[in-house]
């Protein structure tokens, strides 16, 4: 999105970076794309702004809503170890698979659009929950109706998703394609393979602080810093991964673009073909999301499911306990790389601020009962105890 803008543009952008409310938003966006010109350089950023209010206008109908008591709920509570949305076409399985991985009764019908509210349930992995959420289907062919941007929504803000994509479909890998673009160009990234970068504003930060774990083609940090004070951005964090141009950073600066772990699901084994359909696809699949054959009628692939999600989400379960007691059995859930401070810090605040030091048994720990200080990284299983 090399977006050449006038200047006036851009300071409606600055504008809107600057905003706080949904209001101001709103507003910064209608004059921005009142002040753009027309043509076919400036046809992605136009796009991009439009549905971006539509989205805000969305939420400020939502908030309005609730206000009222009432209306719809567009959110559902996280729950368990993450939340997972299943995305998908019509007719996919979402309901279905559903159906057969969790508790919950969702409505399944040989016809498109039985499914008109996100239907959460619960997926037993080991000792922990994770949440499924069935959603109304995305319809590609409408990219900006509002169910596709109420599901959009419940997508940014699941812990990861799960596209569910029928082997009856004609060309299976055709969809997953669309599908991974639909998500795209609303700031939905799944696969690290593009390069990635964000930018976190952040007042506290002095200046320009760049965090590149991968390349920057092209360009130095003094071109990044005089780009970005062209949109009044001046204390910021901008991480980059995987090869990543100027132009990268400056959609990043409106297009806020999330990184969501993802697992393809391809649905329908049972049916004749399907092996064969399901190889193809991979082929055109990102090689970093993982990809599961399953079918909801027969079950076949579906204890793939759990251990699947639990490796994108890139979690591990810590057990605590007291002195001379039995640990907890609810695990913490903590992101991989997670130390000794951070669970200290996640049972309780006082706890990490009189951290004195903690024992570990488990696959981190030397030995049983190891005695370790903060920093010590931790691993899925690992028992703490920590002492203030
Ligand atoms: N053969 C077969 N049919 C399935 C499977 N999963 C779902 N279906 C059928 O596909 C249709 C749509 O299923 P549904 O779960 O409602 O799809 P959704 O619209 O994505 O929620 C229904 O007729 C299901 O019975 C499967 O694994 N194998
Ligand atoms: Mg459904």
């Known amino acids: 999105m090399p977006a050449n803008l006038p200047p006036e543009a851009k300071a409606k952008l600055a504008k809107y970076n600057e905003a706080r409310t949904i209001e101001e938003k709103i507003r910064a966006l209608e004059e921005f794309l009142s002040a753009v ?65 969790t508790n919950a009764k969702p409505e399944i019908a040989p016809y498109p659009f039985s499914t008109q509210k996100p239907v959460p349930g619960m997926l037993q992995y080991k000792d922990i929950q994770f949440q499924l959420v069935d959603t109304p289907p995305l319809i590609l062919d409408q990219p900006d109706s509002p169910v596709n941007n109420r599901v959009v929504g419940l997508a940014r803000n699941a812990n990861a998703i799960a596209l569910v994509v029928g082997l009856d479909d004609p060309d299976p890998g055709g969809t997953l394609r669309r599908l991974l673009d639909f998500l795209a160009e609303r700031g939905i990234i799944v696969s690290r393979e593009r390069g990635i970068v964000r930018i976190v504003k952040d007042r506290s930060v002095t200046g320009i602080k760049v965090e590149a774990r991968g390349r920057m083609i092209g360009f130095t940090e003094d071109d990044l810093r005089r780009l970005l004070s062209q949109y009044r951005i001046y204390n910021a964090v901008v991480e980059i991964e995987g090869d990543v141009t100027l132009d990268d950073v ?50 076949e692939g579906l204890d793939k499911v759990g251990p699947t999600i639990f490796k994108v989400l890139g979690i591990i ?12 059995p609810d695990p913490l859930i903590l992101e991989k790389g997670s130390t000794v401070l951070d669970a200290a810090r996640r049972i309780h605040k006082d706890l990490a601020r009189k951290f004195r030091y903690a024992k570990v048994w488990g696959p981190s720990a030397k030995y049983p009962g190891q005695r370790v200080g903060a920093d010590h990284v931790l691993e899925d299983g690992d028992i703490i105890e920590v002492h203030a």
Do not use: C, M
């Open 317 to 328: 379960r810590v057990y605590t306990k007291q002195p001379n007691k039995e640990p907890d």
């Open 37 to 101: 010109p027309k043509h076919k350089g400036t046809e992605n950023i136009r796009l991009w702004a439009k549905r971006r209010l539509a989205e805000l206008r969305e939420e400020l109908e939502a908030r309005r809503a609730r206000r009222g008591g009432g209306g719809p709920r567009i959110f559902i509570e996280r729950a368990g170890a993450g939340q997972i949305v299943l995305l998908g076409p019509p007719n996919s399985g979402k309901s279905s698979l559903l159906a057969a991985l």
């Open 250 to 299: 400056e959609d990043a600066v409106f297009t806020t673009r999330i990184y969501k772990p993802a697992v393809i699901i391809l649905n329908k084994a049972d049916i004749p073909g399907a092996k064969e359909k399901a190889q193809e696809t991979a082929r055109k699949a990102p090689q970093d999301v993982p990809i599961l054959v399953v079918s909801a009628r027969t079950g």
